[in-house]
């Protein structure tokens, strides 16, 4: 498995300005050239750890979750990283080794790990290695459903199997964590993986908003009518009901990390 990480730096000042960034009012591009240096944040209750942060909440755009991704040195991390009690979470590693205590008993998470936070669940990170570290942190509000409350886990993208859409002969397949017909889970994490020249061969246009990181290859998105070319470390925003589809562009597969809201009524109340 291949996973994008970003290392930050700085360009040259002999470097052009213009980049691949786009910003409208149905889609956002954060092309891999902008996680630099000057954009990370510092995360209250952290240690040795900075972070740069994708998505968050923004009123008439996406309003569900936010999305980061976190960099822990050696020797840092948290003892409380989740401060807020309604609020569930993912972590899934892209390089080095994660230290994760969930209810009291240790996880190690290399690069595929993945864990599954309960909102109201007590866990803690680390970097216990000699390597930065660094993961993905998607968090959304739990909303409460009668009588199920959905429990914490860990796994890896290397022990789940994808699974192939139908009618494409395995070119499009998604490895997801979590039974689509569990009720319990109101957002849904997984990995959807091209393989070369494979493709959404319909402009999806639906409620469920989406973050979408691209782990390894590249591709050619349709957003809204735009025709936008990613590669790994590009990162795409999507509100809810914004047109899309793709091409994998190939040599190899086309991945990416894929959040989206599920498995609610609507509240109009």
Known sequence: MSYFTPTGGLPPQTALLTDRAIVTEAYTVIPRGVLRDIVTSNLPGFSGTRSWILARPIAGF?????????????????????????VQG??????GRLTLTLAGRLHELEAGGYAYLAAGE??????????VTTFHWIRKAYEPLEGMHPASFVTRDQDVAPAP??????????????DPDDLAHDMHVNIVTFQPGGSIPFAETHVMEHGLFVLE?????????????????????????????????????????????????????
């Open 90 to 95: 993912v972590v899934f590693v892209t390089a």
């Open 62 to 86: 996406s309003t569900t979750f936010s999305q980061i991704i976190v960099e822990i040195g050696p020797g840092g991390g948290a003892e409380r990283p989740e401060r807020e009690p309604g």
């Open 165 to 178: 859409m139908p009618g494409t002969d395995g070119v499009w397949a998604t490895t997801r964590f979590v």
């Open 122 to 131: 007590e866990w803690s990170l680390a970097n216990a290695g000699d390597e």
């Open 217 to 269: 290859g590249k591709g050619v998105y349709r957003l809204n009518g735009d025709w936008v070319e990613v590669q790994a470390g590009d990162f795409l925003w999507l509100r809810a009901f914004c047109p899309q589809a793709c091409y994998a562009g190939g040599p190899g597969p086309f991945r990416y990390l894929l959040y989206k809201d599920v498995n609610r009524q609507i509240r109009l109340t």
